[in-house]
């Protein structure tokens, strides 16, 4: 099942910590985990609520301030001695991450098509060059038909395709998804995950996912446990 | 991609709901304003209408608006020759009640000589007074048409002209009779009194009794001067037309206008407190979308720009439905509402800055939004 293995990792952490709070009442949620994912990589963080997966996910996803280590993304490093190197995250996330949320998270006000297009434009794209290429990517996930719908009139599937397309709008090189399959029945989760599968390989992506999902275990190339904030695969 | 623009239309009816709301308040606060500067209208109407430069009135009185003052009407011809007096007119104002289609209907009575200073500035309907006796102009807002008789005191009136906006500082329409007239109006006594009056010896007084007597001046000539004059009588005293009309601002209409104003500025307050409320509600029911936005990268300039142009658009909006509401039915209103340009365009500048201050909230709230919210259920 394990895709094809490139030599420089797409996502590399070098002894990430974080801990929460100081004195008696201080949470060590990461302690000095290291990863290295590649490119057509789809691993799996597992774990028991608390264990430290969400902050992972943050600390990759470049919204939480690690304590102490480093990280690389995409080659660069973005993370030395529990320093960010980069004021700019939310570029940095535009840049190199795409995100696939639990609930999709569309924006309710935008149809199918804004939705994707709406990161393009973010990253400066014109508005008919985004259109374009989410007309493109919504063809692609096979949802190409619902471009007008607007979140509401989607089904869970359709919708999280949707919302797949919007983490591929900006050929991210990483995607963090999050519980991407809890809202799906079973046979929409198989869905989902051959599609990310696809993705990871025909856009020469890493994903990590966050998931309790047992039904798409084995989807994965990897699956990491993290315990007290330990990794373990 | 416009944000606000795609939002606004996604709960279009909504926002319009709002906007409706809004537009109501803030047609409220254009209506007090309009009533306030209506007012001040009003109080200057009167003493504007004869376009005179000196009012002569009773010593030590600010007559005839603010105060009782009674001269005696004959001081006309002495007013009249004083150096730099082109011409003057004897004038008396009363209010009455008097009966119309079964109803009271209060009414200021100016009286006033034929052909000199103090007769209505413009006539809208009819024809001025021709007739020494029981004609009248009056004013459109008394319900009067031209030909309807009026009773007042013992005489009847035929009504030759009407007049636009003619009112007193307390709203009352204007009407317009002879001095002769009016004198017998307000100083005749009832028929048994005026018997008792002959019966004491004490009916014989004249009643050529004025309340003012009004002057219009030369082009050259000094208000000062001709004022330094008249107080060297010593009954008399002199008031400058800028002097009377600052009496009838700062004084007769003063609680007022005071009262209406300080209305005026709590409505804009309350106003101030549900546009930030509006907007900060807005926003709040967005933060997991904000949330969002922030995480795929969004800017805070769009997330700003959003809650912003938003917020404008509410105000704008509904400023634009108050303001037309307001210009369309303010002439309904049983007292005049009085809209400037400078009054609409003011407000409209107000909401403006009231939209950007309130949107603030909206904008604090969404900065301080985590990204990894968006993350989990």
Redesign the interface.
Known sequence: MEGEITDQPLVRIDRISKHFGEGEARVDALRDVSLDVHARQVVALLGPSGSGK?TL??VI?C??DPSSGAMDLVGDRVIEDGRWLRSDL??L???KIG?I???H?L????DAT?NV???L???GSS?AEARGRASELLDYLDVGHRAGA?PAKLSGGEAQRVAIA?ALS?RPRIILA??PTAALDSKRAQIVMDLLRKVAAEQDAAIIAVTHDEKIFDRFDRIYHLRDGRLEA | ?N?AY??I???LFRFVLTCLGLGLLLGVVLAMIGIYRGLIVDALTIARAPSVDLWVVEANTRGPFAEASRIPGDLREAVARIAGVSSAGSITYQTVEAEYRNAKLRLYVIGYELTRPGAPPEIWRGRPIARSHYEIVADRSTGLNLGDRIRLGRNNFTVVGLTRDQVNSGGDPAVYITLADAQRLQFDLAPPAARIAMARGTGGASRDTVNAIVARLQPNASVDVAAATIHRWKHLSAISQEAQELILTRSLVDRARRQIGLFTTLLLIVSAVIIALIIYTMTMEKL??IA????????DR?IIGMIVQQSLALGLIGFAIGATLIINVKDYFPRRVVLEPDNVLILGLIVFVVCLVSSGLGVRAALKV???T????
């Open positions: 969400t996910l943050n996803g919204i939480l939310r570029r996330r535009l840049e995100f949320f639990q609930f998270n924006i309710p006000f935008l804004d297009s709406l990161v434009e973010l990253a508005p607007m919007r900006n999050d519980e | 991609m944000l795609r939002d239309r996604h709960n997991k979308q969002t936005l922030k995480l795929i990268g969004a800017p769009a985590d990204p990894a968006a993350l989990g259920g």
